[in-house]
Each structure stands twice: as C-alpha cells, then as structure tokens.
C-alpha cells in the first residue's frame, strides 16, 4: 500500500522552484545527508526563525511529502528555527553541486515523537531524529537491541 502523501507548498526563489518540480523525488534522495549537514548547526533558541532570503521573484510551489520525509524537515526546522522552504532552498543547492551528486552514500531516518503529555497545564513533547547507513536506497532499518 502507497504511503498517503502530505500537500503542502514551499516557498522558493523562481528558478529553484522550476528545479524542484522537475527533480524532487531525486533531489529528495539527498535529504538525509543534508539534514545531517544541517544538524552539525547548534540548535538556536531566544531568536527569531530565519526565512529564505534569497535575491529575485519568489514562487510558491505546492508539493507532497511522505510524513516521514515532512516531520524529519520540520523536527530540524524547528530544533534551528529556520523554516521548511530555507530547507529545501539549501538541499536544492547541494543538490545542484556535482561533486555532491557524484558522492552516493544513502541514509535511512527514523524519526518519532512522544507526547506524555498535552493539555491546557502543560505540554510534553518528546521528539528524536536518528540516521543510519545504507547500502541501498529502500534497504530496512537495522534492528535495535534496547
């Protein structure tokens, strides 16, 4: 059965976003590699959260993600208070670099949340990410011994 697919739209400068209806199952492929990247990054907290702001015309691009694929960019969105098009502008641009392209190492992510508890008192939200390599894209998830 086909995972559902969350719609949604990012904003992008024009000619990423021509990019990105055209390859974004591809340039997706690289996602975990750039959300490792990204998480080398400190985590920023007491500031704002930083939007693209890239020179020209923007486009809003509605798309799909897999829900694995869309709480993976917002757990990191979040944890750098960056929002979700910054994300994808950035994968966009390693994903334009040859020498990234050429490079194939594949991650598979895990991503998984816990609430223990939510209501008008308090909220407690437990939230963690984890990668692994792969051999190939697709290959299962090692097993965990607890």
Do not use: C
């Not at 969350?6 to 750039?34: C, D, H, K």
């Not at 907290?45 to 939007?51: E, I, L, S």
């Not at 923007?58 to 960056?82: K, M, N, Q």
């Not at 223990?116 to 308090?122: F, R």
């Amino acid at each position: 059965m086909k995972e559902k697919q969350l719609v949604t739209s990012v904003s992008l400068p024009e000619a990423e976003a021509g990019l990105w209806r055209a390859n974004r199952t591809e340039i997706m492929q690289f996602s975990e590699r750039y959300l490792r990247i990204k998480m080398r990054n400190q985590i920023r907290r007491a500031v704002t959260r930083k939007y693209n702001r890239a020179d020209g015309e923007f486009a809003i691009v509605t798309t799909r993600f897999a829900p694995t694929e869309y709480d993976a960019l917002h757990f990191v969105a979040a944890a750098l208070r960056v929002s979700v098009s910054l994300l994808i502008y950035g994968l966009i641009l390693l994903w334009q670099k040859p020498s990234r392209r050429a490079i194939r190492r594949f991650f598979s992510i895990n991503y998984s949340a816990d609430s223990e508890g939510w209501d008008t008192s308090a909220g407690f939200l437990e939230e963690s990410i984890t990668f692994w390599a792969v051999e190939n894209p697709g290959d299962p998830p090692p097993v965990l011994m607890a």
